[in-house]
């Protein structure tokens, strides 16, 4: 499965690096060598919402215990006032301590992180024992309780610099589905966490959660974060250019860039076997006003020396990050680059996407006087040769293709809406390949057809009554469980066997945020001829985990027509042939071990069939794959028979503008409209 090269040996004696317009000399540096030292670990917002109600005192070493020892600054021994009896001040401190134990001690207890326990002999004290445990002890008149703080360790982040190489197409399949998972994890978490808050509003206001930083803090407690044994060097093995992060913790999450908020991520002299710096990866996002974007070609200004305006007020220094990337460029290591910057339809709190760009090689450093007046580091990087197209590059196109399609491709386009206006946002039909038309002389199908009968004995008494919205005590919520399965913004919270959404013999405003998939298209889709899939689909939108794509139409068949329709050799799908993707949406196994995947809903197997011979949607033109980034999760909205649902697709990662999306038709290699080999089979 590939391999894990060492480095090359950065103990060597380096040339001094001229800087032209330097205009102070720069000092001659000599490696030392010496045994790599274990890092430590960088602080990131999320480490503070787990921090300690305790720092650590400056303890004295008890010998005889092993253990240390230090009075509690936080809970001074009293002093008795004059005039007082000293049992009646004692009687009312002990009292405190014991309020503040049942008050905050206790109730800590139930989120595991504090215990208590009872001793009857232990002094007033802040203790720290082996296992990293913060004890602190409360008397009262008969015993006295220890509150126990368990403080998290995490693994520190390697230094070894390695770089992968010899990755074989099951290498590269292998690792990439490691980051999804990962990835689908994160997204998780991330909107469970965010829909949590949201639930809780009702209880007066609160400050918002940072879903993003909470999920970061959980995978990071279960040591989830990839990439954490080894610092590598060159592209990150599963993280392909043009991969989309709507939040930066990502980025640490995955090993692509390990700082939290620094542009340069680097391993620092203190733990680098030769003492000395090495940058390996930096994000761009105009940040600096001294930074020039070409692209391919990219004036990196060093950090340090800013106000909190971003305005550079003091002369930059040769160190840290700044000399991180002067040595990479002295030893040629390659160094990672990210773009951030302002995304319509970002679902981020900033507004910001980081897009991987791929490997930059930096060929020169120099010291000059920035627009501010003040010095600062200058560094060209140069994008290596023969790498995918920037993945920033793709979206600024796509942005240019939303509005002026026509300008920005003068050529290819076949149709710029084969749905005719039956779907909100036009579906575009390109094809610069050969002069195949078929998708045009298809009927457009915006919702499944179904038998008369399906529709039976469904009236007004089968909806919800929330005239003013939807709370929890929704008919439709109940019927999901007890609970909606989406967010406010519309994002899927959990895949489920089957999602009851409010439909037209609901009470609720159209607005109700139970109404999600019913809607019809929110992004914008291009059918395209492929070479390697024949016709395929991709999004001129950017696409956020979790979001609606379309739903998956067709003329529903029971079993007696499908015969005679396969007889005819007409091409029919056939729903029970979709894995259960929606299982790994939400699915939370790696987080706690006794996680059961939604059971309820339950629906019976779905025995029947959908033709697409003559009429279908942009969804019959997706193509298959073993890792696909669509699912199909089956819901009801307009009646009630659960034996015949409605095949919603939604998105199970990012989907960058232009990436062609794909969904898993079981041993399919092909799309249904390219004839797959479910397509005209028996039941």
């Known amino acids: 499965m590939g391999s894990l090269v060492p480095f090359q040996d950065l103990n060597l004696q380096p040339e001094p690096t001229n800087f032209a317009s330097s205009p102070t000399p720069t000092p001659r540096i000599i490696p030392k060598v010496e045994p790599k030292l274990e890092p430590l670990d960088e602080y990131t917002q999320a480490d503070l919402q787990s921090t300690p109600f305790f720092s650590n005192p400056s303890p004295n070493f008890n010998s005889s215990s092993g253990q240390h020892f230090t009075r509690n600054p936080q809970l001074p021994t009293p002093e008795i006032p004059p005039g007082c009896e000293e049992t009646n001040v004692y009687s009312e401190y002990n009292r405190i301590s014991e309020l503040f134990k049942e008050a905050f001690a206790k109730r800590m207890e139930r989120f595991g992180d504090v215990e208590v326990v009872e001793n009857n002999d232990s002094p007033i004290a802040v203790v720290e024992d082996p296992d990293s445990r913060a004890i602190v002890s409360v008397n009262n008149e008969t015993q006295v309780s220890e509150m126990v703080i368990t403080r998290k360790k995490y693994p520190q982040r390697s230094s070894e610099l390695v770089r992968v190489t010899d990755l074989k197409p ?95 991520d680097y391993v620092p002299a203190s733990q680098s076997s030769n003492r000395e710096p090495i940058a390996t990866s930096v994000i761009v996002s105009g940040g600096y006003e001294d930074d020039q974007d070409g692209g391919d070609v990219i004036i990196y200004t060093g950090h340090g020396g800013q106000d909190k305006y971003s305005r550079q007020c003091v002369h930059q220094k040769l160190e840290c990050g700044n000399l991180a990337l002067e040595r990479s460029m002295h030893y040629g290591v390659e160094v990672r680059v990210i773009r951030g910057f302002k995304y319509e339809g970002s679902g981020s709190a900033s507004g910001k996407v980081y897009v991987y760009d791929g490997l930059y090689r930096i060929v020169e450093c120099w010291f000059d006087v920035g627009k501010s007046g003040f010095g600062v580091y200058k560094y060209k990087l140069v994008r290596i040769e023969n790498q995918e197209e920037m993945g920033s590059a793709i979206l600024r196109f796509a942005q240019n293709l939303r509005i002026r399609p026509l300008v920005a491709r003068p050529t290819g386009y076949v149709s710029l809406d084969i749905s005719r206006k039956k779907e909100n946002l036009p579906v575009f039909l390109f094809n610069d390949i ?36 939807c709370g929890d005590n929704c008919f439709c919520a109940q019927r999901n469980g007890g609970q909606f399965a989406y967010d406010y913004n519309g994002i899927l919270l959990r895949g489920k066997p089957l999602v009851f959404e409010c439909g037209p013999h609901c009470r609720c405003p159209p607005t109700c945020r139970n109404r999600v998939s019913q809607k019809g298209l929110r992004n914008r889709f291009e059918v395209f001829r492929s070479r390697e899939t024949g016709w395929g689909v991709r999004s001129l939108d950017l696409i956020q985990a979790g979001s609606f794509i379309c739903e998956f139409t067709g003329v529903v068949l029971t079993r007696e027509q499908a015969q005679i329709f396969t007889m005819n050799g007409d091409s029919l799908v056939y729903p029970s042939r979709f894995p259960e993707r929606w299982a790994e949406w939400g699915d939370l196994s790696q987080i706690y071990p006794n996680y059961v995947r939604p059971a309820y809903p339950s629906i019976p197997p779905l025995d029947f069939a959908m033709d697409v011979s003559r009429m279908r949607n942009v969804a019959c033109y997706m193509s298959h794959s073993s890792s696909p980034n669509v699912m199909v999760q089956p819901v009801l909205y307009d009646h009630n028979h659960v034996s015949f649902p409605h095949l919603m697709l939604f998105a199970m990662e990012n989907i960058p503008p232009l990436k062609e999306i794909s969904i898993d038709y079981a041993n399919s290699g092909t799309s249904f409209a390219e004839g797959s080999n479910l397509l005209g089979e028996r039941f």
């Open 170 to 264: 099951e290498d590269q399949r292998y690792f990439r589905d490691a980051v999804r998972r990962t990835r689908m994890l994160y997204d998780s978490l991330r909107i469970l966490a965010m829909a949590d808050d949201d639930n809780t509003q009702h209880l007066g206001p609160h400050r918002r959660t940072r879903g993003d930083l909470k999920a970061c803090q959980i995978l990071r407690e279960h040591g989830l974060w990839m990439n954490r044994d080894k610092r590598i060097v060159g592209a990150i093995p599963g993280v392909l250019i043009g991969d989309v992060f709507f939040f930066r913790m990502e980025l640490c999450v995955v090993g692509l860039h390990g700082q939290a908020q620094a542009g340069i």
């Open 434 to 469: 050969d002069d195949n038309h078929d998708p045009v002389y298809f009927d457009y199908l915006v919702k499944t057809v179904y038998p008369p009968y399906v529709y039976q004995n469904v009236g007004s008494g089968n909806g919800c009554e929330c005239v003013d919205g």
